[in-house]
């Protein structure tokens, strides 16, 4: 049994009050695995682009009550994991890390130090890997290691797209969803949403797209209907960049002109915030009613689902003694093709 094990559990962030939500989306546009550009130029785009958008964003934010609720929603998943993780070590400790808010890397590094742990476990929040969330997260956490002497080295799982106790929350609720409205005399179809990427990030050997579309095959499995109408697409579109399709809105329409009923469901999303609370709740199911879908439903995130904390703690113990990062089957998923990705 390890002396003092540390959980890093790690999310994107969001702004906690109006003022943050500039800061906020400057550091999100000011790093290089979100922009690709050379200083100073990314910091003025940073800043352009944060300018322009952070009135649009306060009003995104304002019906959840002027913040975003991830960070609740991690430190919930955090406690959880906490727990589930009591006998792995005499003592345990989750930590959050917020990528572009507090806390960010600095703040969570200097908390590590203060604790002082035999072990660390970092845990991302994103099922599937990209550069552009569990990428640029654990290169942060690392970087601020080296630069405050942080030497207990990080054992990480890069990803978990086709987790047994992530997919059986999902296959669960869609299913239930699924039967009600079959009950009603309707024959919905299936939305697996995700949040998008520009095309040139996955074609720049990013495995995101090809680790989305193995989530989704394990979620249509384990629902075992036959002739199930099913499709994958991303939302969350943001800027002119071409990004990987189909949109979450042209499949609506698309439903909408088949007279089809709707379940959709976050399947890149662990928690709720403002991309399944707003975009989905709201904008998609407003968009919903105007093109005529017959019925829409939403499926819940799996936040702190037993089976799924319970996954996440069994990490801890799968970890030890591996070469990290890892995926969870303790091998690399991703094709060779996909350079990105971090497992060697």
Request: overall charge positive.
């Amino acid at each position: 049994m390890d002396e003092r094990l540390a959980i890093v559990v790690f999310s994107l962030g969001g702004p906690d009050s109006p003022e943050a939500v500039r800061p906020f989306l400057f550091n999100l546009f000011n790093d290089r695995y979100i922009i690709p550009w050379v200083q100073p130029f990314r910091w003025l785009l940073a800043r352009t682009i944060s300018g322009a958008r952070a009135k649009k964003s306060r009003g995104y934010y304002a019906r959840l009550g002027g913040r975003s609720v991830l960070l609740p929603e991690t430190a919930a998943q955090a406690k959880a994991l906490e727990a589930a993780a009591a006998h792995y070590a005499k003592d345990v400790r989750a930590f959050i890390f917020m990528r572009y808010w507090h806390p960010m890397a600095p703040e969570v590094v200097a908390q590590l130090k203060d604790y002082a742990p035999t072990r660390i476990v970092v845990v991302p929040m994103y099922p599937q890997y990209s550069t552009t969330t569990t990428g640029t997260s654990v290169d942060a956490l690392t970087r601020d290691a080296r630069k405050q002497g942080l030497t207990t080295p990080f054992e990480t799982i890069c990803c978990f797209p086709t987790a047994r106790g992530f997919i059986a929350p999902m296959v669960s609720m869609i299913g239930s969803a699924y039967a009600e409205m079959t009950a009603k005399g309707q024959k919905p179809r299936v939305l697996l949403t995700a949040h998008g990427l520009p095309e040139k990030t996955i074609a720049g050997g990013d495995p995101y797209q090809w680790q989305v579309e193995r989530t989704a095959a394990a979620v249509v499995a384990g629902l075992e209907i036959e002739g199930l109408d099913w499709a994958i697409c991303y939302q969350s579109r943001v800027g002119p960049a071409k990004w990987i399709g189909p949109s979450t809105e042209a499949e609506i329409q698309r439903a909408g002109k088949d007279g089809v009923p709707l379940i959709v469901a976050p399947i890149s999303f662990v928690s709720e915030h403002v991309e399944t609370l707003v975009e989905l709740d709201e904008t998609m199911r407003d968009l919903a009613k105007e093109c005529g879908v017959p019925d829409y439903k939403r499926i819940p995130a799996v936040r702190t689902d037993a089976t799924f904390v319970a996954t996440l703690a069994g990490f801890i113990g799968f970890l030890k003694g591996r070469e990290t990062p890892c995926s969870d089957t303790g091998a690399r998923l991703c094709p060779a093709k996909f350079g990105a990705c971090p497992h060697k």
